[in-house]
């Protein structure tokens, strides 16, 4: 569709929204996408497309332990006549821990945290810390950082949030990139970026936001209450039709902040899980030097040249100047001339 | 997977708790039901301990998790075709938008469907789907537009006919 008339065809533009597109294509892409009306349309319908699949969110997993690990994996007979009997075991020892123990102290991640939400609702919650770094680095090497972010994030099981290439012309490229890693690989991640390239600064900060997560899902379990005892009455009484509606116009708004405010978490949560690296790389760029004429004869002719111009500039000027205002002069000497004389034959009789 | 693999309890429980997530997702937005998906998330994990010894990292622990959890998903599909077709049907309560994206993802192509969730909810990268689908790189980049492009056209006439009735 757009290959004859685009750099970029519509799946390459589709893959360099995902990140999914080669360094120099992607390059190539960025400043298309930049210009191209075309372009923009069909990425924006594209974003659209995974902005309206987020619709669809699945509830979180009920709280479980990992299943049991053998300590010892020792001959394969065990294995295979253990495994049933290891389950049973393992089922039956949760279910004797669950009976005698009082609720274990928390001691695993804020995701294990927010699953277990009946039982931690009690306890405090472990601190949550949304880390951000910033790195600004310069590189002679410029084409090889795309690929080296790529790889990056693969072994840090992350993703790119953002990412912006920009290669005007007469300046060195620039490299602009939102890298998303896992929180825990987040410092093995820093020190990986800062190998490509010359750092030239750094800075790293941690917002702890577990005030705002505790606050939100106290008052999101609020909002379920409040939607689960409006159904209820929905479904218990009959009233009259202004009545049923104005209750379910309540539950339409209840349901509208819950699914807001699950978000909001959800967002929240991955800000945690992952921290963001902000990675701008600059090209440390070489300017060519602009070579002079290297002969007497080449510097004459560029002179005579330029004293041709400026005779034909300086014409022109007059010209144009007299055009502009030579009407205008011409009118007003004519006005000022009439009075003059006027003036002139006044005195003479007067003075005669 | 690696420390795991040499025998670390710590190992396989931040896989699990990594993952477990994730894996519930996949499977919830593939089956009717909340406990099925609940049993399966549990089996992978007792799959990946069964097979701790053949382990080999050619490939992230991720597409290693997602390839056991596509073919239990794999095996529970064949058994429901086979005992209980109409379990299919049920579903769980969801807003009118989610039910809706829901309904339109499922009217897609079987294959362009599944390449279009494994992106846009596993995010998984293209060579990851190319890995777990077993086909060609470019032809996840070509089924993946066109899921996008077909998607794109189900929810639109939707979305018009949604906002002249809520006007």
Not at chain 1, 127 to 152: V, Y
Request: hydrophobic fraction near 40%; include cysteine.
């Amino acid at each position: 569709m757009l290959t004859h008339t685009h750099p970029i065809d519509p799946e390459e533009l589709m893959a360099y929204l995902d990140g999914e597109l080669s360094v120099d294509r992607a390059a190539t892409a960025a400043a298309h996408l930049e210009n191209c009306r075309e372009c923009q349309e069909l990425a924006a319908d594209l974003q659209g497309v995974s902005r309206r699949m987020t619709a669809w969110q699945v509830d979180p997993c009920a709280p479980s332990a990992p299943p049991s690990v053998p300590e010892r994996r020792a001959s394969r007979w065990r294995w295979q006549w253990g495994l049933a009997g290891a389950g049973v075991a393992a089922l039956s020892a949760f279910v004797m821990i669950g009976l005698l123990r009082p609720p274990v102290k928390y001691q695993r991640t804020t995701r294990d945290f927010v699953k277990t939400r009946p039982v931690a609702a009690e306890m405090p919650p472990p601190r949550m810390i949304a880390h951000t770094a910033q790195l600004t680095l310069s590189t002679t090497e410029f084409d090889k950082t795309r690929p080296a972010l790529d790889d990056i994030l693969k072994r840090h099981q992350g993703y790119f949030g953002e990412l912006n290439i920009n290669a005007p012309a007469g300046i060195g490229r620039t490299l602009e990139a939102t890298l998303r890693v896992p929180a825990d690989h987040r410092d093995a991640a820093i020190a990986e970026v800062k190998r490509l390239g010359h750092v030239e600064s750094e800075s790293q900060t941690g917002e702890e936001v577990t005030a705002e997560y505790v606050d939100r899902e106290a008052r999101l379990n609020n909002a379920r209450n409040t939607e689960k005892r409006l159904t209820e009455l929905l479904r218990d009484r009959t009233g009259k039709l202004s009545d049923v509606l104005a209750v379910q116009l309540e539950i339409g708004h209840v349901r509208e902040s819950i699914e807001r405010m699950q978000a909001e978490q959800k967002s929240l949560l991955k800000r945690v899980d992952f921290a963001t690296l902000n990675v701008k790389i600059l090209e440390d760029y070489k300017d060519r030097l602009q070579v002079m004429p290297d002969t007497i004869l080449g510097r004459f002719r560029n002179s005579a040249i330029a004293g041709y111009r400026g005779m034909l500039e300086g014409i022109v000027t007059v010209i144009s100047f007299l055009l502009s205002t030579g009407p205008s002069l011409l009118f007003w000497s004519v006005i000022i001339f009439i009075i003059i004389k006027f003036t002139w034959k006044i005195f003479r009789r007067f003075k005669s | 997977m690696l420390d795991f693999q040499r025998g670390s309890r710590e190992a396989f429980e931040e896989l699990f708790a990594r993952y477990r997530e994730p894996l519930h997702g996949f499977f919830r937005r593939r089956l009717p039901t909340v406990e099925r998906a609940e049993d399966l998330t549990q089996e992978t994990f007792l799959a990946v301990i069964r097979a701790t010894a053949r382990y080999q990292p050619r490939s992230l622990v991720r597409t290693y998790l997602y390839g056991i959890a596509f073919k239990l998903l794999a095996v529970e599909r064949r058994q429901q075709a086979r005992s209980a077709p109409l379990a299919q049907t049920a579903h769980e309560p969801a807003s009118d938008t989610a039910l809706w994206v829901r309904q339109a993802i499922e009217k897609l192509d079987p294959t362009e469907r599944e390449i279009l969730m494994l992106r846009e909810y596993e995010q998984l990268s293209y060579s990851e789907i190319a890995d777990l689908l077993r086909i060609p790189l470019n032809t996840v980049r070509t089924k993946l537009f066109r899921s996008r492009m077909a998607l794109k056209g189900l929810l639109d006439p939707a979305s018009d006919l949604k906002a002249e009735s809520e006007a």
